[in-house]
């Protein structure tokens, strides 16, 4: 039976970066709770970004812990797709632009600042398993600046399995300086759908913005 996802060449591809964020899709865990926080890319204002030379890798990302940001209001899906809360201060951006190697976004929303955003995007993946699908995002999102990915693993959000790893990247402040950011990406999978959550923070906002971006996530509903 030709079945897409177990060509020899795929199947490679996907141990190789599975073993990258340190799980093999043979021995992975069936179930595990997600810790929190989230994924999404903006520069924020001058004043309050941390530059670091352009070609300088960022530290590996820190996993949030468990804590209570109070959310205000719920944003729902013009197409009743899906549904999340947001803290207060936060607003959907409009103007965001999509986040290279990312599929096409839903909506992106940012705190009064711009030090934190969060993205949801949706894309197509029939007969793809979720594993196999972040893995070729992951290839993907290698090419990004000073890209850094780990801690891979099977969480729930939303009642549906999901894949969760730590993320960390830089987009350019001008042509001599890097943004870092850092946060959590999540791949949620629906039928032949695919929801992609990426909650980032400016790393010098990351410790006061990481219980927002949990908290975001944890909220987060396919309608």
């Keep these: ?18 073993d990258h964020l340190g799980e093999s899709p043979e021995a ?6 997600a ?4 994924p999404k890319m903006l520069v924020a ?7 670091v030379p352009v070609g300088a890798t960022p530290a590996a990302p820190v996993l949030p812990q468990p804590g209570g940001a109070a959310l205000v209001s719920r944003y ?5 797709r899906f549904s999340l809360g947001l803290p207060g201060g936060w607003q959907r951006d409009d103007a965001a632009t999509a986040i290279s190697g990312l599929p096409r976004p839903l909506a992106s929303f940012r705190d009064r600042d711009g030090r934190a955003v969060f993205e949801v995007a949706v894309d197509r993946a029939p007969e793809t398993s979720l594993e196999l699908y972040s893995a070729k995002l992951e290839l993907r999102l290698q090419t990004q600046p000073a890209y850094s990915s780990e801690g891979g693993m ?5 009642g549906r399995p999901a894949f ?15 943004i870092r950011w850092r946060g ?21 906002a990351y410790e006061e913005q990481s219980g927002n971006l949990n908290a975001i996530i944890e909220s987060f509903r396919l309608e």
């Design 164 to 178: 969760l790893r730590q993320v960390a990247w830089s987009t350019a402040a001008d042509r001599t300086r890097l």
């Design 154 to 158: 099977i969480a729930t959000v939303a």
């Design 45 to 51: 204002p001058a004043d309050r970004q941390l530059s």
């Design 184 to 204: 959590l990406q999540v791949v949620v999978g629906r039928g032949e759908e695919v929801f992609v959550l990426t909650g980032m923070a400016a790393d010098n």
């Design 35 to 38: 810790p929190p926080s989230p």
């Design 76 to 80: 729902y899906d013009g197409q009743a």
């Design 1 to 18: 039976m030709n079945d897409p996802d177990r060509r020899d060449d795929i199947l490679e591809m996907l141990r190789h970066t599975l």
């Design 28 to 33: 992975r865990p069936t179930a595990a709770s």
